[in-house]
């Protein structure tokens, strides 16, 4: 049993007078001790609603999220079971999570079981800013003294007060420089490694991903459609929105061709299109694939995908091979040739 | 004559805290131009005065001429003539940079009807016109619609519309699809490229992401502490680096460093205005700097044609071919102590 276990979880955000949108559609989902599983897909695609239900932000609809085997109670007006604190987030911005007119090791000190005013507790909070690189002289500052980069390591510090087993990092780097970026990725994965923390690191930017994650789940309209070891997912994808979100990726080499666009928009969750949600955009698509939606089953022991050009148990079927029966492309490309 | 020619110019706030300092940058017709920097590097601070604009009570001296003719000297009235004909922008936020509560017609006709002059109607079919060129799917329909009912990657093509109502001869672009995603921004970025090609319009595109620069610009300039620490084309600087920034950015990024190793960051903090180290302002954050780095500032010196660095110790100099062939991370460098 892994520590962190997500089961078909769906959550419907209703609005009266509207259909109910279904933003997580029966997501599954794994994270060990010392792992670090890399959540990627567009903006819209429920990876961030399905973070908040795994720290207990969001009701589920249905579907279980249990850590340790323990369901993860949602954040009510009662006082957290000991057990949830177990689940710590850090969010996307920095500027907005920590509060301005308060000392920052106050805010690190909230995070502490046991958090009196004490001698004791201020140098917890100390030690806890000197493991995310920040030191002892940095603790009476307020954090507008701080750049966007120390901020978020501060968040980190504070997420690890309670001494957590998961951490959910929602998009925690795509608000910072690409130099910072780097800094305070490898300060999460550090982190996990030296503390057998499992981190679940949610975001849009699967280079980033590339680098840190040991195992990548790609999401697309709330369903998951490919999970995969990192090493493996870059030689070759086995669902055709993983390789359409991979060459949308600019590159640094020389004369990198330039990145391409898969057709289309991002349909409107309120109304997802049948079978396959991929399949209007999908340029391998056949005729099922409009009627029938794949399920996510493993192609083989480490690997799994919901694509119905993947047989269950393998073997694996390379995408170049269908690049062949291609239907005709979309006009960008013919542009891009002319 | 190119057709934007920044000229030595310095831009100055209050406390005399220095934004830009002696920055010269030249962009030609047709040409895709990037300017890379952290934040606080005076990258947009720099974009923004080939509008005429300024940060709220600085001063400027230096040139920033649009077809010969200087901006910094020339009367609001002036100015105002310029700015959305001449010379148009594209913000970074598609969220805020359209009104929620008039319709996407309406603020699509407001500049085409006050600057060239034409009609209702005959500017409702100019904006359908636009819409068209940037792809946006039903044009018509989407004139009478409101900006929430937009993902942000069409919102992003509805500003670039907006911005090309009176077919500007220059577009700042500035971080236009830092906030997109990746999918959304090769959809973007392909779109710019075929402007550019359709229309003969040069774009400076503002971005801290040098793997999108690689693919989009032309040539680059690389800003650090309010002053131009690298240009040349894209492949000089990117493939024939002589600036440790920016070998550092590059190595920092994800797509540049090597599978299955930890990323690289730059030590320390980016330089900004309220702390701007003496001498060469990445001094503190350089593998390669020598005392000399710590007093004087390096001038941007010409290396070869097109292709300038700032830098008095010119660690890569040397090491010309090597860099040519596979870029070279910094630590497998020698000592540069020594090698200086």
């Known amino acids: ?174 608000a910072l420089d690409a130099s910072t970026q780097a800094q305070v990725a490898n300060t999460l994965v550090d982190l996990a490694r030296d503390r057998k923390m499992g981190l679940l690191f949610i975001s849009h930017d699967l280079s980033v991903i590339r680098h840190i994650a040991d195992k990548v789940a790609v999401m697309y309209l709330g369903r998951i459609v490919e999970t995969a070891p990192t090493a493996s997912l870059w030689e070759s994808r086995l669902h055709p929105y993983t390789d359409a979100l991979v060459r949308a990726i600019p590159s640094l080499e020389p004369n990198a061709p330039a990145p391409v666009a898969p057709s289309g928009e991002v349909p409107d969750p309120a109304a997802p299109p049948s079978g396959c949600r991929f399949h209007p955009r999908c340029p391998v698509a056949m005729e099922r694939c409009g009627t029938d939606d794949p399920a996510l089953v493993m192609i083989d022991d480490t690997r799994a995908a919901a694509c119905w050009h993947q047989p269950a148990g393998g073997p694996a079927v390379r995408l170049a091979s269908l690049e062949l029966q291609r239907r005709p492309r979309f006009d960008n490309e013919s542009e891009r040739q002319r | 004559m190119s057709l934007l020619e920044i000229d030595n110019l310095s831009i100055q706030i209050r406390d005399n805290r220095v934004l830009v300092d002696g920055v010269s940058l030249t962009v030609n017709e047709g040409e895709i131009v990037g300017i890379a920097g952290e934040s606080g590097s005076g990258k947009t601070v720099t974009a923004m005065s080939a509008l005429g ?49 008039l319709n996407i017609g309406t603020q699509l006709t407001e500049h085409i009807r006050v600057h060239q002059g034409l009609g209702r109607k005959a500017a409702w079919a100019r904006a359908a016109e636009l819409l068209e060129m940037v792809r946006l799917p039903d044009p018509h329909s989407a004139l009478s619609a409101f900006p929430h009912r937009f993902s942000g990657g069409m919102r992003q093509r509805i500003a670039i519309a907006s911005a090309l109502a009176c077919d500007p001869k220059l577009l700042i672009a500035d971080e236009i699809t830092t906030a997109l995603d990746v999918t959304v921004q090769a959809g973007i970025l392909d779109l710019l490229n075929r402007l550019r090609h359709e229309t003969g319009m040069a774009v400076v595109f503002i971005t801290h992401d040098l793997a999108v620069m690689n693919v989009i610009a032309d040539r680059l300039y690389v800003m650090y502490g309010g002053r131009i620490a690298e240009s040349g084309s894209i492949s000089q600087v990117l493939n024939a680096t002589r600036h440790p920034y920016t070998r550092a950015l590059i190595d920092s990024l994800p797509e540049g460093a090597v599978l299955g190793q930890a990323l690289v960051p730059i030590p320390g903090e980016a330089a900004t205005p309220d702390r701007r180290p003496r001498g060469c302002a990445f001094n503190p954050r350089c593998a390669f700097a020598v005392d000399s780095c710590r007093s004087e500032v390096p001038e941007l010196r010409e290396l070869e044609v097109g292709h300038s660095a700032a830098c008095t110790v010119d660690p890569f100099g040397s090491r010309l071919d090597r860099a040519q062939t596979h870029r070279p991370a910094l630590s497998t460098l020698e000592d540069p102590h020594v090698a200086s």
């Not at chain 1, 078909?8 to 997501?27: N, Q």
């Not at chain 1, 969001?58 to 279980?64: D, P, R, V």
């Not at chain 1, 249990?66 to 949830?84: E, H, I, K, S, W």
């Open chain 1, 1 to 174: 049993m892994s520590l962190l276990e997500v089961r078909d979880v769906v959550v419907d955000y209703k609005t009266p007078g509207r259909p109910a949108v279904r933003a997580v559609a029966g997501a599954s989902l794994e994270v060990g001790a010392g792992e670090i599983v890399g959540l990627v897909g567009e903006s819209g695609c429920g990876k961030s609603t399905l973070g908040r239900c795994i720290v207990g932000l969001q009701k589920l609809s249905s579907g279980t999220v249990t850590l340790n085997g323990v369901p993860v109670t949602p954040v009510g007006r009662r006082v957290r079971p000991q057990a949830d604190l177990g689940l710590q987030m850090v969010f996307q911005d920095p500027y907005s999570s920590l509060n301005p007119r308060r000392r920052i090791w106050r805010q690190v000190a909230d995070g502490l079981i046991n958090n009196r005013s004490d001698s004791t507790t201020r140098r917890t909070a100390i030690e806890l800013l000197e493991a995310v690189g920040l030191s002892a002289a940095d603790a009476d500052r307020y954090p507008h003294e701080f750049s966007g980069g120390q901020r978020q390591r501060i968040a980190i510090a504070r997420a690890l007060a309670p001494k957590p087993s998961v951490i959910v990092a929602d998009e925690a780097v795509s």
């Open chain 2, 53 to 101: 604009f300024l940060p709220a009570g600085a001063t400027a001296h230096g040139e920033v001429r649009i077809d010969g003719v200087d901006l910094l000297a020339m009367n609001p009235k002036k100015l105002r003539s310029i700015r959305g004909t001449e010379v148009a922008m594209v913000f970074q936020d598609p969220m805020t940079s359209l009104h929620p509560m």
